[in-house]
């Protein structure tokens, strides 16, 4: 490809609306447009990038033993209604009225579709196991669309769903899918980890996501310093510290003028935070809930959904809560009646805390549960942190940040048994079949690729998936015998099928060495007066400092060697 008709032009100056390393550089380097928010435009050599992502997944998914097809973006809403996933996307899920006003979908993900489609073509455990996989747009309203590729509303993603007859063949697919997962990131380039994941609005017991360890990554994730145990932080367990219990002592009121958040009580009264109990106020499908944990601890609103089983979660409005008789500030749960009240698990341990009185500035001493107040669950509502003890050893929690390329899951058989998607087993028994599913989205790995493979000069893509292989730069060209020799080696190097992107501007070398680094391609091959000298021309590799005069002649079976390393 020649730069001066390449479409799409690399720029100098950082945009300012990018928020992420990945963002600034593929906008820099004119790869990606936005057309709306979370809506891009992918240019030929981003287009050429997620190519070769994408062939790479299909090789890998094939290898496993998937199936390609290809099913609608197009989905009947009464496919959703009939597993209730529709309330579960809520307003993620982009719904449109046909002309005749039925109500469509733009499929976010396909296990609905699947599920029927293979309820009509399985009937006998015979017909089982199936992978099953399409590469495809899906649409997904998020409500923060941000980081360029990293979160959008419409993206190419490759879904792909396991059938089996039972859970161990369910396993068995999951491991066969991890593996093939584990292949498609080393061949990008891409060092992930392995963690636990809710399943969120998916479903579904088990669940893991593929995570590239990144400082611009939205994914906290909490690990251990000395097992393997590593989790999303909205699935993290952790051991929470444990307060002494002590003989519980009569309640007393307390005036805390001025003091409303938990640290003003704490340092007011002069006890740590662990030694009261925060009110933290939800409202979930409409109705307001009271969550009453361990003030040094912070609510993990994933794991409270979860127990609520609830579709909207929001924290209540200050309106509300007063609404409901509540004394902000000093709201307690002793005496508090109508309202669904959720504690963690951390106030179970210690006696004899702080809490609030629901009286204006004022808070009770000595508050113990249960003599002075009942809640209706208590459960795991606590978002670990570094520091906390591990779950799984003695060691400590740590924390770092990821973005997400890939999540899997068990699903079982709760869809199947939604849209009778059965099978006769060895006995004659009518069974439901158990699914699994897997994603990866590639215009996400794409970012992710980026953000781990850039420097201070631009992007350093990985061979694998770099748009072109070599860039091709001749300087001086206003010299005949470096455009006759560039021209003819550009000539050579495609007939050989070698990926070329020949810089033959009239550009000078800075320009020209700063758009090959910006955009990254691994091989610089640069003819000049002085190469041509020696019959020679300069190699570098972008992610090296040193450059080697190679002779011309052989010089394409030369390169061939390179990309094969
Ligand atoms: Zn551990």
Excluded at 30 to 53: D, E, F, N, T
Excluded at 396 to 424: M, P
Excluded at 431 to 456: F, K, S, T
Excluded at 474 to 493: F, I, M, N
């Amino acid at each position: 490809m020649r730069i001066s008709k390449l479409f799409g032009k690399t720029q100098r100056e950082v945009p300012a609306e990018a928020d992420t390393v990945s963002h600034q550089l593929l906008l820099r380097t004119g790869m990606i447009s936005q057309v709306a928010a979370g809506v891009y435009s992918y240019l030929p050599l981003a287009w050429r990038v997620l190519r070769k992502i994408e062939n790479i997944i299909r090789d890998e998914m094939d290898k496993a033993g998937g199936q390609e097809l290809s099913m609608p973006v197009l989905q009947p809403l009464e496919l959703w209604q009939e597993t209730g996933r529709d309330l579960a996307f809520g307003k993620g899920l982009f719904v449109l009225s046909d002309r005749r006003d039925r109500k469509l979908a733009l499929g976010p993900t396909h296990e609905e579709v699947i599920t029927q489609l293979v309820s009509y073509n399985v009937q006998s455990y015979r017909d089982l196991p199936l992978l099953l996989y399409q590469i495809q747009t899906k649409f997904r309203d998020e409500p923060r669309p941000r980081g360029g590729l990293i979160r959008v509303r419409e993206f190419t993603m490759k879904d792909l769903y396991s059938f089996d007859a039972d859970e161990a063949g369910l396993n068995q697919s999951y491991d066969k899918m991890l593996q093939a997962y584990r292949n498609v990131y080393a061949r990008c380039g891409l060092p992930t980890l392995l963690v636990e994941a809710d399943s969120g609005a998916i479903g579904g017991k088990d669940s893991h996501e593929y995570m590239v360890i990144a400082e611009s990554g939205e994914d906290e994730i909490i690990y251990c310093s000395k097992c393997q145990y590593a989790a999303n932080v909205d699935k993290a367990q952790s051991i929470k510290s444990k307060l002494e219990s002590g003989e519980p002592l009569p309640l007393e009121e307390v005036a805390t003028p001025g003091a409303a958040s938990i640290e003003e009580v704490a340092r007011f009264l002069k006890v740590p935070q662990s030694h009261t109990l925060k009110a933290v106020f939800y409202i979930a499908d409409g109705k307001l809930i009271f969550v009453v944990i361990r003030g040094d601890i912070e609510v993990n609103e994933v794991k409270l959904k979860n127990v609520l089983n609830c579709f909207e979660l929001r924290l209540a409005t200050e309106t509300e809560i007063m609404d409901a008789g509540i004394i902000a500030g000093a709201a307690s749960p002793i005496g508090i009646s109508g309202i669904k009240v959720v504690a963690d698990d951390s106030i179970t341990s210690g006696a004899n805390f702080i809490a609030g009185a629901n009286k204006p500035e004022t808070h009770l001493r000595n508050v113990n549960h249960p003599r002075d107040f009942s809640v209706d669950v208590v459960a795991d509502i606590a978002k670990a942190r570094a520091g906390d003890g591990c779950p799984k050893c003695d060691g400590k929690l740590l924390s770092t940040h990821g973005i997400e390329v890939g999540h899997v899951f068990k699903l079982g058989t709760f869809l199947s048994e939604k849209l009778d998607a059965l099978f006769i087993g060895a006995k004659g028994e009518s069974r439901p079949i158990v699914m699994g599913c897997y994603g990866i989205g590639l215009g996400r790995l794409l970012a992710a690729a980026v953000e781990q493979n850039h420097d201070d000069k631009g992007i350093t893509w990985p061979l694998p998936i770099a748009p072109y292989h070599i860039y091709l730069c001749p300087l001086y060209r206003e010299d005949s015998k470096v455009s006759e020799v560039a021209e003819g080696l550009y000539g050579e190097l495609e007939a050989e099928g070698l990926e070329v992107l020949f810089d033959d501007r009239q550009e000078s070398p800075g320009v020209k060495f700063n758009d090959a680094d910006l955009l990254g391609i691994p091989i610089r091959v640069t003819v000049s007066p002085r190469t041509l000298e020696t019959n020679s021309v300069e190699i570098k590799r972008r992610s090296e400092k040193e450059t080697q005069l190679v002779p011309l002649e052989g010089i394409a079976a030369r390169l061939k060697e390179l990309i094969r390393d």
